[in-house]
């Protein structure tokens, strides 16, 4: 398979995310953003343009990058977070897909700081257990790569103080998992709370068990 295929395929893979983030409401206009890393090419990741509504996508809009930030191919500038998503893939070479989401939970959980606790079995399962909020950090700055490190620690998301979510995962699928559960978990604790409840976390054993089917996918 020449470059270009792998490239291409790359592309095709972000853009039907873009179409799934889309339809679940997980951004507002043009907010948010995502990226992959091109399977059979080292040291190579596509990601979404900036300023650039989904529906209105192309495969050649989305911008082929190395891991040290040089761009290679693509119609239009990458997204503003860019800085964030290149240092991600050069430090944790684990990392192969990355989502960023404006989603109206997360954005809620984001402006209080808060974690989401391990409320709910498919939430611990898509993300590895509790999700925290990093610590702030100007959008489109390196800041953001190294707040959003020590909160994700050993986990499939976190939050983006006062701005949104981040999710991480072996492959876009997975990340994008990590992003859509993890709205529908903190939809669910943001509800519960907001009926003066406090809701009940998982036992910490059970977290731990299943956090083992969120771990599997580092060693594929
Ligand atoms: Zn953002």
Redesign the pocket.
Known sequence: MSSNENWQKAREEVILFCRRMQMEHLVYYT??NISKRVDGEDGLYAVTPTNTPYDTLRPEDIVIATVDGEIVDGHKRPTS?FPMHTLMYKRRPEIGGIV?T?SAAAMSMAVMGWTLPPILTGFVEAAGGSVATARYSR?GTEEMADYTAEALADRGACFLRH??LLAIGSNLAHAFQAASVTEGAAEVYLRLRGMGVEPVELPESEVKWIADEWREQWHG
């Open positions: 907010a948010g977070e960023h404006h959008p701005h949104g």
